[in-house]
C-alpha cells in the first residue's frame, strides 16, 4: 500500500529511462499516487523527468504536476508550447492550481494559454483567480464546489449535485445561496441522506456558516482553520457572495511554509533551501547572515579596542568576553521567539507593553541572578581577583536583563511596522546583543575593576 | 461571524461572573463556537472560568473542554468528581478526546471514571483507545466511523448509515468492511447519491485506501496525510482490521507542535511556554539552557586562560574573540538547521553522510574565504599588525568550515541514536563551537603570530 523510494527503485527507473522502455516505465510507476510520481520525478534530473513524464496519462500527468517542487516544475513546463500546456493541464487541473502555475509565466504567454484553453468556464475561473494578490483567500480558494439555491427541494437538490459533483474531486460541504449567488449556509450531507425528496432545502439546511473575505490573509485563514477544526472554508466577496473554498490541505501548506521561514530565519538561513540544492543556492541563502555576523565581530573589536589599555593591565578580563556575548545573545533570542511564537498563534494576551517588559524583566532578573551568582562562584574558588569576579557577575546581571528586556521589545516593534518579527530571533538581534553586551562589561570594568 | 475577543468583551464578561448574573453571561456566550469559549476561559481564572461554565449547557460544555489549554483543562477536571466527569463528559465526548482527558488522573480514578460511564460501548471505545502508547495512530485516532458491510445493498447501507451517522460529527468517508472487520476500501458519498437503491457495495466501492497501523508514528502519519492531500485516514491493526480513523484536524496540531518544538528547541527553551504563562514557568524552561551556555563561557575562559600569555604581549589578540566565537555558532547553527528540517520532511535524499559532509566543506569552504577575506581587507586598512591580520583570517576560515561541518554531523548522528536532532539547533551546539573556535584561534595564533 504505502510506497517508499528506494535507491534500488530509482537504479531500475533510471535504467528504464536510459533504454527507453516504455513498457517497465510504466510497470514501475503503475498504482503510483500522484505525490509518489512528483517525489520520484524531484530525484531525476531535467531530461529523465521527460521521459518518465511522457508515458504517464493525461490526467495523471497533470496531478504529478500539482505535486512537483516549484522549482522543476516551472522547468519543466518552460520547455513546452503555450499550446501543450493549455490542451495537456488547464483543462484537467483544478481551477486554483492551474492559476498557480500560469502565474509564473509572463504577462503575454499567460494571455496565450488562457485563450487555448478548451473548457471556457474554466477560463473564466483562471482569469478570475489571478487577480488575487498572493497570500490572500482569493489566492488560495478553488473555484470548484457544489452550491445549492435555497429555494430547490430535495430532489432538485440530488440531480443538480450529480451535476456538480462530477467536476469534483472530494465533496466535503453543499453550499446554500439565494438567487444572487450570497451565502446563506451550508447543508449537511448526512441531512440529504436522510430527509424525503420533497423537502425544501430551506427547511432544512443550516444557517450558521464561518466564512472569509477574499482579501483575508493566509495566516488569519490558517489560525481560523485551526482554532476552528475546519476542513474547508468558503470565500465570499465583498457582497457577500459564494466565490470559492480553501480546503485544509493547502492550509497545512501554509502552516507548515510560515513555520518553517520562522525556523530558517532563527538559524540564519534565508528562503526555503533544503541539503539537496546546489552549493550556489546554498550558500547564497546563508552569506548574508554571516555577514551580518561579521560585521557585528567588526564592532566587538572596535569596542574591545576602546579599551585595549585597561586589557594590557588586565588580560584576564578578555577571559569573560565570549561568556559575556554568548549569554546576551542566547537571552536575548529566547525572549524574541516567544513573542515571536505568541504573535504568529495569536496568544499574547491583553497585556500591554509595558507589563510585558515589565514580566520579562522579572525573568530576566531571576535568570541573571541566578547565573550571575553560579559564575561569581567559580571565579571565587578559581579566580585570585574579586574585583574580576564582581565585574563579570555584575556585567553578566546586566547584560542577561539587558537582552530579555531587548528581545522582547525588538519583535513586538517590528511586528508594528508590518516587518516580520522572525527576524528578531536570528544573527541580527544576537549580533546587536553581542556588542552590547561587550560594551556593558567593559563599562562595568572600567568602573568596578579597573578605575579602583 | 467572526467572533473577536476584546478587552472590553472581557471586561463585561467578568462583571457579570462577578454579579452572578446568569441571564448576561447567557447572552454574552450565545452563538458562540465551543472555540470562542475555550478561548475566553483560558483568559479567566480557575473560580470565575467555573461560574462562566456552569450556564453552558452539557453538549457545548463538553465541547468546550477540548478546546481549552491542557493545564486549564486539568485543573477544571480536577475541581470535578468522578460521577460528575463521566456523566457530564465521557459520554457526550468523541472517543478520542474522551480517553486524551482520562489520561491525566492516576489507575485508580481512571477506572473509577470508566465504570460509571453509561454507554458501554464508549467505555469499551475508551478502554480501547487508553492503551495505545501516546504519539501513535492509536492513540490519535477516533473509534467513531462509518463502516459497512462489502455484502450490502446501497439501501442496506443508507438504512445502516443513517443509524451509525447519527453519532458522528462529520462524514468524511464510509469505509468498506468484510465480515471480519477488515478493511477492503471506501464508499465515496458521491457515489452513493447517484447509484440506485438496489445496487451492491462490492460493485461500486473504491478498493484504492492509504491505511495506517494502529502503532504507526504519528510524525510518519502527518508526513503521509500531508503528502497525499488526506482529509482523513484509516487505522487497521496488525490482522487489517479497521480500528479508527484520524482526522486531519488532529493531524494539524501535530505538525504545529512539531514545529513549534523545533523552533522552541533552536531558541533555547524546553517545552511549549507562552509569554502569557507564569514568570516561573517562563524562568524554569529557560534557564537550564542559559546554565548550558554560562557553562560554555566557563570552558571557553579556560581556553582563554591558557594563553594568557601570549594575550599579555598582544592584547590586540583580544580583540577578534567575539567575532570567532560568533561565527563559529552562526556557521554550525545554519548547517544544523538545513539537517533537521530534512530530517522532519523526509527530503534529505539518497546521498551517503560523505557525499552531504563533502557538500556542506564547499558550502563551507565558500562562506569561510568570502568571510577571511573581507576580514583581512578589514585589519589591512584599519590595522598595523600583517600577522594579526593573517591570524585573523586563517582562523575564521577553519571556524566556518569546521562549524559547517560539525554543524551538519551532529544531527544526523542524534538522529541515529533516536535522540531528537532538534536539539543540534540550540545553545548546545553554538557553544560548543563557541569553545572550539576559541581554542582554533588562539593555536592558530600561536603558530602564525606570536611565536615568530
Known amino acids: 500500500m504505502q510506497f517508499e523510494l528506494t535507491r534500488k527503485y530509482l537504479d531500475d527507473l533510471r535504467e528504464a529511462i536510459l533504454l527507453n522502455n516504455e513498457e517497465t516505465l510504466l510497470d514501475l510507476v503503475t498504482d503510483l499516487h500522484a505525490a509518489d510520481i512528483g517525489e520520484i520525478l524531484s530525484e531525476l534530473d531535467t531530461k529523465e523527468a521527460t521521459v518518465l513524464y511522457k508515458v504517464l496519462d493525461a490526467n495523471m500527468a497533470s496531478d504529478v504536476l500539482t505535486y512537483m517542487e516549484e522549482e522543476e516544475r516551472e522547468n519543466f513546463l518552460r520547455s513546452l508550447s503555450s499550446k501543450e500546456i493549455a490542451e495537456q493541464f488547464m483543462d484537467n487541473l483544478d481551477s486554483d492550481d492551474a492559476a498557480d502555475m500560469l502565474s509564473m509565466f509572463p504577462q503575454e504567454q499567460k494571455e496565450e494559454i488562457i485563450s487555448m484553453i478548451e473548457d471556457k468556464q474554466q477560463a473564466r475561473d483562471i482569469v478570475d483567480l489571478l487577480h488575487y494578490e498572493e497570500g490572500t483567500a482569493g489566492a488560495l480558494m478553488a473555484k470548484e464546489l457544489i452550491a445549492v439555491n435555497i429555494n430547490w427541494s430535495v430532489s432538485t437538490t440530488v440531480k443538480e449535485m450529480r451535476k456538480q459533483a462530477e467536476s469534483i474531486d472530494q465533496v466535503f460541504t453543499v453550499y446554500v445561496v439565494d438567487d444572487e449567488d450570497i451565502l446563506l449556509g451550508r447543508l449537511p450531507l448526512k441531512k440529504l441522506l436522510i430527509t424525503p425528496l420533497k423537502a425544501q432545502i430551506s427547511d432544512i439546511y443550516d444557517p450558521k456558516i464561518r466564512s472569509v473575505k477574499v482579501d483575508a490573509d493566509q495566516e488569519d485563514i490558517a489560525n481560523i482553520m485551526e482554532k476552528y477544526d475546519l476542513v474547508v472554508l468558503p470565500v465570499v466577496d465583498e457582497l457577500g457572495r459564494l466565490q470559492g473554498r480553501i480546503t485544509i490541505d493547502d492550509v497545512v501548506d501554509v502552516i507548515k511554509e510560515e513555520a518553517e521561514k520562522d525556523y530558517a530565519l532563527a538559524s540564519g538561513i534565508s528562503g526555503s533551501v533544503e541539503s539537496t540544492d546546489s552549493i550556489y543556492t546554498l550558500t547564497r541563502a546563508r552569506l548574508p547572515w554571516l555577514l551580518i555576523g561579521l560585521f557585528g565581530g567588526v564592532m566587538g573589536a572596535r569596542v574591545i579596542e576602546l579599551y ?17 556575548a554568548a549569554m546576551g545573545g542566547n537571552a536575548g533570542v529566547q525572549s524574541s521567539a516567544i513573542i515571536v511564537q505568541g504573535l504568529a498563534n495569536n496568544s499574547l494576551g491583553f497585556s500591554g507593553l509595558g507589563a510585558k517588559l ?13 547565573c550571575s551568582l553560579l559564575i561569581f562562584g567559580y571565579n571565587f574558588f578559581f579566580n585570585d581577583s574579586m574585583n574580576l569576579s564582581i565585574t563579570v557577575s555584575c556585567a553578566l546581571l546586566s547584560v542577561v536583563v539587558f ?9 513586538l516593534a517590528l511586528d508594528k511596522y508590518d516587518i516580520d518579527p522572525a527576524l528578531a530571533t536570528g544573527p541580527f538581534i544576537t549580533t546587536v546583543n553581542d556588542v552590547l553586551g561587550l560594551f556593558i562589561y567593559f563599562w562595568i570594568g572600567h568602573i568596578f575593576y579597573i578605575q579602583p
Chains 1, 2 share one sequence.
Open 308 to 324: 585595549e589599555g585597561d586589557l594590557q593591565l588586565y588580560p584576564e578580563m578578555a577571559f569573560f568576553i565570549p561568556l559575556i
Open 358 to 370: 515589565g514580566k520579562e524583566f522579572m525573568v530576566g532578573l531571576v535568570n541573571g541572578l541566578v
Open 403 to 411: 537582552a530579555t528586556l531587548f528581545g522582547t521589545f525588538v519583535p
